[in-house]
C-alpha cells in the first residue's frame, strides 16, 4: 500500500490547452489588440479637445500680457541716468578682458555624441546629455591616444584628485588624428601651465 507524505489535499484537474492549439495565430510574447472604443467616449474625447484648445488658447493669452508687460518694463528702465549706463559699458569692457584673442587657439572636436572644446577659458566635455567643465587650474594633466586601429581618439583630462575624465570621439578619416593632437598641443603649449 502507497502512503503520501505532504498535504493531503489533491490537485486540481484542469486541462492545460496551449494556446496554439486554441489560437493558431498565437504568438508568445504578443498581446491582444485592444477592444475598439465605445461611441460615447469618442464623444468625451472631443469635449476633452476642446477644453484644451481653449485651456491653450487662454495660456497664449497671458504669454502675450506677459510679453507685453516686460516690453513695458524695459522701456521704463531704459530712461536710467548716465550712471547706470558707464557702470554697465564698466561690467562690458571687463568680460571684454576674459574675451578670446582674435588669433588665441581654440581646439574643438565633435562626433554625433561627444565633443571637446579646449580654449582660453579650459577644457568643456560633452557626451549625449553630460557635460564636464575644466578650467585650466583644475586641470592636472591631458592625455590622448589614438587607436592603432579604429577611427575613435581618446582624449583624458586628469585632475590634480586623482580622477580622470576620458571622452572619445569619432573621426572621419584616420588622418584627423595627427590634425587633432597638433591642435590640441598649440592650445595646451598656450594655456596649460605645469
Known sequence: MEQRIGSNSQPLDVPVVPAAAVDPAYIPGLTSPAPAEPENTVEET?????????TEAQEAEAQETEAEDKAAKEEASAGEDASDEEEASDEEEASDDDAPESDAPVFEASDRRASITA????????????????????????????????????????????????????????????????????????????
Open 46 to 54: 472631443e469635449a476633452e479637445e476642446t477644453e484644451a484648445e481653449e
Open 119 to 194: 580654449d582660453h577659458s579650459g577644457v568643456r566635455l560633452r557626451l549625449d546629455d553630460q557635460e564636464a567643465e575644466f578650467r585650466w587650474d583644475e586641470i592636472g594633466a591631458v592625455e590622448t591616444e589614438s587607436p592603432r586601429f579604429g577611427k575613435r581618439f581618446t582624449i583624458t583630462v586628469h585632475t590634480p584628485d586623482r580622477r580622470w575624465y576620458p571622452i572619445e570621439i569619432e573621426a572621419t578619416a584616420r588622418a584627423r588624428f595627427k590634425e587633432w593632437e597638433t591642435r590640441l598641443d598649440e592650445v595646451l603649449d598656450a594655456y596649460f601651465q605645469e
